[in-house]
């Protein structure tokens, strides 16, 4: 069966998406728990360096801890709002017909699982349903996203 290249070509920014979130997952724990206090760290002295208050290192470092794990979830639910949109971008690409919040839905909600899944191999990380469903809203809300702006093209 010859597959059409065309087709094919709609869903490589999901297959790249997909992979850069295969990479972040396969991380061991500390790995990953540097890079999310590190980009917490940045957030709070671009604040400090924005807003008009000296802030010290040591606050700094406080907030950093202190706010990890809800800056590691929004990662979650951000990271999938693109997987969501670009998955039923490819299916719209693809003239898809179907239902396609739910098919769209459902490709995310897998790949989801599987990706916790394969946390519970990598050193110090596990498989969490509460991640699940964190992406699978996440996911949900890039193909709303997806749909409010192909309405909003639509009628301009």
Not at 2 to 24: E, H
Not at 107 to 119: N, P, R, S, T
Not at 125 to 149: H, T
């Amino acid at each position: 069966m010859l597959v059409n290249k065309k087709k094919l070509i709609g869903w490589i920014p999901s297959l790249i998406w997909m992979g850069i979130i295969f990479m972040f997952s396969s991380q061991a724990a500390s790995q990953s728990n540097d890079l999310s206090t590190g980009f917490t760290k940045f957030v709070f002295e671009m604040f400090g360096k924005v807003l008009p208050f000296n802030v010290e290192i040591s606050t700094v470092n406080d907030f950093a801890v202190r706010f990890n794990h809800i800056v590691r979830k929004s990662a979650h639910f951000c990271i999938y709002l693109i997987l969501g949109l670009l998955v039923s971008c490819a299916l719209t690409k693809n003239k898809y017909k179907g239902k396609l919040i739910l098919v769209s839905l459902i490709i995310c909600v897998l790949y989801a699982a599987g990706d916790e899944f394969h946390q519970s191999f990598v050193p110090g990380r596990g498989c969490q349903l509460k991640d699940v469903f964190i992406d699978s809203v996440g996911a949900y809300a890039g193909i709303l996203l997806n749909k409010v702006l192909r309405r909003v093209i639509k009628s301009t």
